[in-house]
């Protein structure tokens, strides 16, 4: 991601971005909207930061495209290969029960508990290894829409639909488009 530090004395910074926004709160109070876009990180004790797609995002989305791919295909032949299913849909349900909850946090929590589920049917120790070293968190950290959490939603279903049928070709079509929509919806941020 690429940030610039907006200087914390400065008003010129707000009315450009105001300007670029389309916003026209006062300064102050557009920052909070800012943020709620997932436009600018706002850390304390610092000025705001506006974030954009940068080189290193679309090539960590190249990557992990690949590798999500890669994860439900490995999955997949895992559940062909006799292993259990129910951690999946276990972690699956309560992924579910996270998405109504609403609280982005506990959504976050569950995905990855999928995310563990699925390392751990593949029973690839070379995913164990390198799947979390993708940098996906930085990316969904920094860029929270709110339609976000439902195409994770609905990708994770897809994606985990085909790994419990154990058909490999379609989990990893499905762990790719994954990614793939996900840049759709952050390319889509008007930044």
């Known amino acids: 991601m690429e940030a610039t530090e907006e200087p914390s004395k400065s008003v010129a910074p707000h009315a450009e971005a105001r300007t670029h926004f389309n916003q026209s709160a006062a300064p102050r109070s557009s920052k909070g909207g800012y943020a709620a876009q997932g436009v600018v990180e706002i850390p304390r004790n610092k000025g705001a930061a506006i974030r954009s797609l940068d080189l290193q995002t679309l090539e960590v989305l190249d990557v992990a495209e690949r590798m999500t791919g890669l994860l439900a295909r490995s999955a997949a032949l895992g559940i062909a290969n006799g292993r259990a299913r129910d951690p999946i849909k276990q972690a699956l349900a309560e992924l579910d029960r996270a998405n109504t909850a609403t609280d982005g946090d ?86």
């Open 106 to 191: 506990v959504f976050a929590r569950a995905r990855r508990g999928l995310y563990r589920a699925l390392l751990n049917t593949s029973g690839s120790n070379e995913l164990k290894r390198l799947f979390p070293s993708i940098q996906m968190p930085i990316v969904y950290a920094q860029h929270r829409p709110s339609t976000l959490q439902k195409v994770r939603m609905r990708d994770c279903q897809v994606m985990c639909d085909a790994v419990l049928r154990g058909d490999a070709q379609a989990a990893d079509e499905a762990g790719m488009a994954h990614v793939q929509n996900v840049r759709s919806v952050l390319d889509s941020i008007d930044l």
